[in-house]
């Protein structure tokens, strides 16, 4: 019964592909969230969805594009994977957006060669 | 531009001792803070947290301290445990739909 799940865990792919991650949320929140953790270990909020509506949207290039079709689901897809695209993405959620608990999902590693 | 800071990337306690876990931040609007631990390809997990109204929240064996004016915080762990060996991340955040800034986080190994 995990809260915040993500598929697939890892993902290696060649540049210049296009992938998408998948993140489920049981807890029956509001607002979900893609966070990046970069080889410098920053985490650092990508996008934030308020029940399915865009809120948060930090400096990402348009090659990311979320997308909510429930509120119990946000979906990252990217396309023209770059080198730099390499990371780990986070898909959190929480009841209410602002300074509410973030649940985390498990991470999804990806290696662009 | 690194609004919120852990400037240590590691620390090792003995089982038992106290670990203090240091967090400094730029911003002086941030009025909320948490701490997240995260263990090895797991997701963080939210710890404990404190308000700016408060300079100290306590939760069992973790304490959070607050100085406003040194726009410092930290976590206190004690006893310390081998099962707190985890990389801890400091976060901040302002109320509204504004995200939370995160620091590097600091790996603390607890050694039996």
């Known amino acids: 019964d995990t809260a915040v799940s993500q598929t697939p865990k890892y993902l290696v792919t060649q540049m210049g592909n296009d992938k998408s991650i998948k993140c489920e949320q049981n807890?029956?929140?509001?607002?979900m969230y893609w966070y990046k953790q970069d080889s410098k270990k920053f985490l650092k909020i990508m996008f934030s969805?308020?029940?399915?509506?865009?809120?948060i949207n930090e400096t990402v290039p348009n090659r990311f594009s979320p997308k909510s079709p429930d509120k119990a689901h946000l979906n990252l897809h990217i396309n023209s994977l770059e080198l730099g695209d390499s990371a780990v993405y986070f898909c959190?959620?929480?009841?209410?957006?602002?300074?509410?608990?973030?649940?985390f999902g498990p991470g999804t590693r990806l290696l662009v060669l | 531009d690194q609004q919120v800071k852990q400037n240590s990337p590691s620390l090792s306690v003995q089982e038992g001792r106290i670990s203090i876990l240091n967090c400094d931040y730029t911003?002086?609007?941030?009025?909320?803070f948490l701490w997240y631990k995260k263990y090895p390809a797991e997701g963080p997990t939210f710890l404990i947290s404190?308000?700016?109204?408060?300079d100290k929240n306590e939760d069992g064996r973790f304490t959070v301290f607050l100085n406003k004016s040194a726009k410092h915080l930290s976590l206190h762990i004690v006893p310390s445990q081998p099962g707190d060996s985890a990389v801890y991340f400091c976060a901040a955040g302002t109320p509204g739909n504004t995200p939370l800034v995160f620091g590097k986080g600091t790996r603390l190994s607890v050694i039996a």
């Open positions: 959190a959620s929480s009841q209410g957006g602002g300074l509410e608990t973030q649940y």
């Open positions: 807890l029956g929140h509001d607002t």
């Open positions: 969805y308020n029940n399915k509506e865009l809120i």
């Open positions: 404190i308000s700016s109204i408060k």
């Open positions: 911003n002086s609007m941030f009025d909320y």
